[in-house]
């Protein structure tokens, strides 16, 4: 699939991925500061932002899509920052394509399945589950504000910021009604597969891809015993914690992300 992509700045390459419901548009501002050292891509990936919108939307679609980015834009290899959904992507894709990816650069998110709960009984699963229900309730056409589509979403999400992240991706039409750009039907359907785990659990070569972790400080989407789990999965990795940042660590605090990343680059070599 083409994927629509921004390429800002020049440089060596420097590939990022946003996490479910998102979009390049929510990594632009780190996209800008980045860009001064770097060619950025931002990229939407499928059934999110401006890309195509397809009923499958599995791991392996994912990195199948983000290959053909790779040779389109003739990247024989580039850094790979990847956040949430995004994250396991960019895991997938170092562990099918190593040749392609110079550094590894995995936010808030683990390689292993969310589905139920883990140790500390956060479940992913469950929360994404309500989520997408919600979105698929929400009529679009009766609306005539945003005001609208925020006030009968809080009935269920009774977040505020979870609200208007997720409103980020509605837009009007040419008739001027509001309309996903998210494939939210597509999403539903596939949940199952996007909170299993990737990387294989045994019998192949772990990841040599020099590779860190960023976790949010406020954040459980990293939790001890999935960490404990990459000692196996990675030979050449390191973990980092952002403060006064939960899981939406580049909005909450991209002054320390943007620190982290840069340090991790420069040491790359």
């Not at 269920?156 to 939210?184: C, M, T, Y």
């Not at 999403?187 to 590779?211: F, H, K």
Request: no cysteine.
């Amino acid at each position: 699939m083409k994927l629509f992509n921004k390429r800002l700045g020049n440089g060596e390459p420097l590939v990022i991925l946003h996490g479910l419901y998102g979009s390049s548009d929510n990594w632009m501002s780190v996209g800008r500061v980045l860009s001064q050292k770097y060619s950025v891509f931002l990229v939407d990936q499928r059934n999110h932002g401006r890309s195509p919108h397809n009923p499958s939307h599995t791991y392996k679609d994912l990195t199948d899509d983000l290959l053909e980015l790779f040779d389109d834009e003739k990247l024989s290899e580039a850094i790979v920052v990847g956040h949430s959904m995004g994250g396991k992507v960019a895991m997938q894709f170092a562990a099918n394509n190593p040749g392609r990816v110079k550094g590894l650069i995995v936010i808030d998110i683990l390689p292993s399945s969310y589905r139920g709960l883990n140790q500390e009984g956060f479940g992913q699963e469950n929360q994404h589950a309500r989520i997408l229900s919600s979105m698929l309730m929400l009529r679009l056409d009766l609306a005539t504000s945003r005001d609208d589509l925020d006030s009968a979403l809080s009935h269920q999400i009774s977040h505020k910021p979870i609200r208007q992240f997720l409103l980020k991706s509605v837009k009007r039409n040419d008739e001027g009604k509001f309309v996903w750009q998210l494939n939210v039907e597509a999403l539903s359907r596939n949940l199952d597969s996007l909170m299993g785990e990737v990387l294989p659990v045994g019998g192949s070569e772990p990841i040599s891809v020099p590779t860190i972790f960023i976790k949010g400080a406020l954040s459980n989407y990293v939790y001890p015993e999935g960490e404990e789990q990459l000692k196996r999965l990675f030979t050449n990795y390191s973990v980092k914690s952002i403060a006064n940042a939960g899981h939406w660590v580049h909005a909450e605090n991209p002054k320390d992300l943007l620190i982290a990343i840069n340090n991790f680059i420069d040491n790359l070599g």
